[in-house]
């Protein structure tokens, strides 16, 4: 029989009306006008274009607008372009927005209006069908163009060649020969590398509500329920605790799907004994928390769930231990990938520390036909930057890769045992010995996910972790085995229609 899992409404009482504490300031104009001064400051004359994101065209999803451009002036209405012109030491700014449309507004709501947001941000404003005219007009002074990407994520702009922002950049150099269209992305990431106070007191607040979600997980879960009513349970927990949306697309992986890092499906039926990898956190006044627990979805861990666990965790540890300003990020990447080979080494999942296998096309980086065997089960970085977008600048991202003070970054180690994974080595000889020993041992460990991540700050005398969250396996197991839902008989009605376990 295929049960709820939901715990009973007393129960939810106790952990729904839990709450963090006094929330954070929010950012004000006067700090939006400073990030606009601190990026004219690195052009000598030009104009500078960054637009918004666009109108949402999918039967209306929830508008998100693009970081680069909420970093520059906090608006968060669609289809808003900001221009700043600095020629011979004068500025001046201009947002082009959504003109007043009253019978669309209907469906969309009140849009501001120019007066009000000229008020507001101490910028003119105008309607965005003047954009193009502007932009042409002001081709004439022979100032150089800077555009900022309006990607959706960072880790899309190289590859960006779709969006309004772009589009605009190619049709001005069609239209005007000769006219200089530089990019000013990498000065705009470059200041959102550096994280100020007022921007950690937020990640900091939707970690914190991150925390919450993740406690209710570890209060509610039971074999037989799904994935999606643990997806439920902690996006719920978020939103009535303050956050804007979950910061990203909610992994609740359980069994098989605890090895797929991406896996954002959520809606398999949980078995007892497997783990339960969830990538899940909040996103509070734009700025994203990032935060990954594995859990056992019976209250304890196996003998080898928790083996496979204490060597991430290590790892994780060995990670912090690395992070102070000044540090190369070589240096925290190295321990990780060293504590993960040593553990996978002594179970034999990997010849040694450092051993090889002939790889498939495009399985290396850089093009390389071999590389590490402890790849196969931490295919990923155990880091990267976080901020307005989940994914964000780092300043160890760029020369001389150094950790600095104010840099906000995720340590996730993980291993991954996919039991398919050697089908994808091709046929050599060497790969033969490999697979030959290690084909038992994977199918021991096989379904086992686990993934660790937690969020930090590098500040003048090394690191503070943002994320609090429990993740000691006596921690997770002691607040697992004392929760206090009941799990009732899901609705016969509704059974026909469930998704069967696979």
């Not at 990923?380 to 160890?396: E, I, Y």
């Not at 089908?423 to 010995?433: H, K, S, W, Y």
Request: net charge neutral.
């Amino acid at each position: 029989m295929i049960f709820s899992g939901l715990p009973t409404f007393s129960f939810l009482l106790v952990y729904f009306l839990a709450r963090v504490g006094p929330a954070p300031a929010s950012l004000t104009q006067a700090d939006y006008g400073a990030r606009r001064d601190s990026l004219l400051a690195h052009i000598d004359s030009g104009v500078v274009v960054a637009p918004g994101a666009r109108e949402p065209g999918d039967h209306y999803p929830r508008f998100r607008q693009r970081p680069s451009f909420r970093y520059l002036t906090g608006f968060l209405e669609p289809d808003a372009t900001l221009i700043l012109i600095k020629r011979g030491g004068s500025v001046t700014g201009t947002i082009f927005i959504e003109p007043p449309a009253p019978r669309a507004e209907f469906y969309s709501g009140t849009r501001i209006r120019y007066d009000e947001l000229a008020r507001q941000l101490g910028l003119a404003a105008r309607s965005k069908e003047d954009v193009n005219a502007v932009l042409d007009s002001l081709a004439a002074t022979h100032l150089p163009y800077y555009f900022v990407s309006d990607a959706e994520s960072e880790e899309f702009v190289g590859s960006d060649s779709l969006t309004f922002g772009r589009a605009l950049a190619r049709r001005l150099g069609a239209a005007h020969p000769g006219l200089e269209i530089r990019d000013a992305t990498p000065i705009v990431e470059a200041l959102r590398a550096k994280k100020s106070a007022a921007e950690v007191a937020l990640i900091k607040r939707a970690a914190d509500i991150s925390e919450l979600g993740h406690r209710a997980a570890m209060q509610t879960l039971a074999p037989n329920m799904n994935e999606f009513e643990i997806q439920a349970v902690m996006e719920y927990t978020f939103r009535r605790n303050g956050a804007d949306r979950p910061s990203y697309a909610s992994i609740v992986g359980s069994g098989p799907n605890s090895t797929t890092l991406h896996y954002d499906r959520d809606d398999r039926v949980m078995r007892a004994g497997e783990v339960l990898v969830l990538d899940v956190a909040a996103e509070y006044q734009g700025y994203a928390a990032d935060v990954t627990r594995t859990l056992p979805v019976s209250g304890t861990f196996t003998a080898d769930q928790r083996v496979i666990y204490q060597i991430v965790r290590d790892a994780q540890a060995a990670a912090e231990r690395q992070v102070k300003p000044g540090v190369p990020a070589r240096q925290e990447i190295d321990s990780v990938f060293a504590v993960v080979s040593a553990g996978l080494a002594r179970l034999g999942l990997i010849d040694s520390v450092g051993a090889m296998f002939d790889a498939p096309p495009g399985f290396c980086r850089g093009g390389a036909t071999r590389c590490a065997q402890v790849s196969l089960f931490l295919p990923h970085g155990p880091g990267h930057g976080l901020g307005l977008d989940v994914h964000d600048p780092a300043q160890w991202y760029t020369a001389p890769q150094q950790f600095g003070v104010g840099d906000v970054f995720t340590i996730e180690p993980g291993i991954y045992i996919r039991p398919g994974i050697l089908d994808i080595l091709p046929d050599t000889p060497a790969n033969r010995v490999y697979m030959a020993r290690v084909r038992p041992l994977l199918e021991r460990y096989a379904n086992i996910g686990v993934r660790i991540e937690d969020n930090y700050v590098v500040t003048p005398t090394g690191l503070d972790r943002l994320t609090m969250a429990p993740r000691e396996i006596k921690e997770i197991e002691s607040i697992m085995r004392h929760h206090l839902a009941t799990v009732p008989p899901r609705d016969p009605n509704l059974v026909g229609s469930y998704p069967a376990p696979n």
